[in-house]
C-alpha cells in the first residue's frame, strides 16, 4: 500500500460548510477506490494523508493536484509498502485545526494553528505526529473505533464527525 501526505493551500478561502462538501465528495470517490484518510485545516492550509492501493492512490492524488482550489502542493512525506492503514477509520474526514482545545490538550500551551502554516508542518515526522494525534482525537470525539483487521475500512463521515468549534 501507498501513503502519501502532502500540504496545500487554498487559492480562495472557503467556508466551513464548503470544506466539509469537499470532504464528503472526497470522501464518497475515496471509498469506492478503497483509499482512506485524514486532513487537518486552518486558514486554508490543508495537510492531508491519504493511503490505499498504489494504483488509486496515485489515480486520486493525480486528481487532487490538477484541482485549482489549491495550489503550493508540497508532497510532505510518502511511503511504498506501508503494511496497514493509519488511517482506516475514514474514507476522508477532516478536522478544522482552529481549535484551542486541541493544541492545549494534545500540543500544551504556547501551540496553536499557526504550526500548520510554518515550516515546520513540512518535516515528516512533526506533519505525520500532527495528522496521527488529531485523528485520534476525531475518533475519540466521534466516538469512532479505528476498523478491525478484515473489516471494510474508510466510512463516510457524519457531518458531526468534521470536528469544528
Ligand atoms: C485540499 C483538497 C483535498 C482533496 N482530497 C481529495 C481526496 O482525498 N479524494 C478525492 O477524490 N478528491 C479530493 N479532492 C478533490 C479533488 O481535487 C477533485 O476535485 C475531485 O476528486 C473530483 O471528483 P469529482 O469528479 O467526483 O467531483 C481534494 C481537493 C482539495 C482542494
Known amino acids: 500500500m501507498l501513503q502519501i501526505v ?4 487554498l487559492t480562495k478561502l472557503l467556508s466551513y460548510t464548503d470544506i466539509q462538501k469537499l470532504c464528503l465528495a472526497s470522501a464518497r470517490n475515496n471509498r469506492k477506490a478503497g483509499v482512506t484518510g485524514f486532513m487537518v485545516e486552518c486558514g486554508g492550509v490543508f495537510l492531508e494523508a491519504i493511503e490505499g492501493e498504489t494504483r ?7 486528481r487532487i493536484r490538477h484541482d485549482t482550489r489549491h495550489d503550493q502542493m508540497e508532497i510532505v512525506y510518502s511511503e511504498n509498502g506501508l ?5 482506516g477509520a475514514w474514507s476522508m474526514n477532516v478536522m478544522f485545526l482552529d481549535d484551542d482545545v486541541f493544541w492545549q490538550t494534545v500540543f500544551g500551551t504556547g501551540f496553536s494553528c499557526d504550526e ?5 508542518a513540512l518535516e515528516p515526522a512533526f506533519a505525520l ?18 476498523p478491525p483487521a478484515g473489516a471494510r475500512p474508510g466510512r463516510i463521515p457524519r457531518i458531526g464527525h468534521m470536528l469544528r468549534r
Open 129 to 146: 505526529g500532527l495528522l496521527a494525534m488529531a485523528y485520534q482525537y476525531a475518533c475519540t470525539q466521534a466516538k469512532v473505533e479505528p
Open 6 to 9: 502532502f500540504r496545500s493551500q
Open 116 to 120: 500548520l502554516l510554518s515550516s515546520r
Open 83 to 87: 503494511d496497514r492503514r493509519r488511517f
Open 56 to 62: 488509486e492512490v496515485d489515480e486520486t492524488f493525480s
